[in-house]
T-cell receptor
Framework: AQTVTQSQPEMSVQEAETVTLSCTYD???????LFWYKQPPSRQMILVIRQEAYKQQNATENRFSVNFQKAAKSFSLKISDSQLGDTAMYFCAFITYATGNTPLVFGKGTRLSVIA | DAGVTQSPTHLIKTRGQQVTLRCSPKSGHDTVSWYQQALGQGPQFIFQYYEEEERQRGNFPDRFSGHQFPNYSSELNVNALLLGDSALYLC??????????????FGEGSWLTVV
């Protein structure tokens, strides 16, 4: 079975501080991509950051970075210099590409609140 | 360039009724996937359409059906609605040949409430 576990249902962080959201996943495939999506109250899923499993280097996108531990099947998201606009649901997800365009497998999400 | 558009935004239906949700993919995309997101949960994959055929299907009953048109737009139909079908229904479009997930775009979803 392919699963994603996000063990933190809710988190909060002070503005300008750093926060880390946890994610573990399970798949028997060796080739896959990992994602963090942000879902604000507008409900649209917005891609935050993407990691290729065959790359050891951790992905970074401005204030967002990941800690990818393939052996442990762990994929955490670090948000630096948190801003009020970062308040949203965050979902960890992956796709495998053994057979082409496979569907995303999502976790249950972490609700992040950034406090002024 | 319009992104993924979904309609309607909100709707309320009665148990036992049928509903149709619509999705127009991002320009240039050929694949449409539908997800169900219950309150407080992550999205769950319903099915995926490519070249007007259902290509993959998640663990959903036959009450859930779909269609893709020649212009790549898609419909999700749910028959015999249950209270448990109340959820946000998300449409995602992509390119089939892109297995990296780099071209996946989501719409804003359709909120379905079954009473």
């Amino acid at each position: 079975a392919q699963t994603v576990t996000q063990s933190q249902p809710e988190m909060s962080v002070q503005e300008a501080e750093t926060v880390t959201l946890s994610c573990t996943y399970d798949t028997s495939e060796n080739n896959y991509y990992l994602f963090w999506y942000k879902q604000p109250p507008s409900r649209q899923m917005i891609l935050v950051i993407r990691q290729e499993a065959y790359k050891q280097q951790n992905a970074t996108e401005n204030r967002f970075s990941v800690n990818f531990q393939k052996a442990a099947k762990s994929f955490s998201l670090k948000i630096s210099d948190s801003q009020l606009g970062d308040t949203a649901m965050y979902f960890c997800a992956f796709i495998t590409y053994a057979t082409g365009n496979t569907p995303l497998v999502f976790g249950k999400g972490t609700r992040l609140s950034v406090i002024a | 360039d319009a992104g993924v558009t979904q309609s309607p935004t909100h709707l309320i239906k009665t148990r036992g009724q049928q509903v149709t949700l619509r999705c127009s993919p991002k320009s240039g995309h050929d694949t449409v996937s539908w997800y169900q997101q219950a309150l407080g949960q992550g999205p769950q994959f319903i099915f995926q359409y490519y070249e007007e055929e259902e290509r993959q299907r998640g663990n959903f009953p036959d009450r859930f059906s779909g269609h893709q048109f020649p212009n790549y737009s898609s419909e999700l139909n749910v028959n015999a609605l249950l209270l448990g079908d109340s959820a946000l229904y998300l449409c995602a479009s992509s390119l089939l040949l892109d297995s990296s997930g780099n071209t996946i775009y989501f719409g804003e979803g359709s909120w379905l409430t079954v009473v």
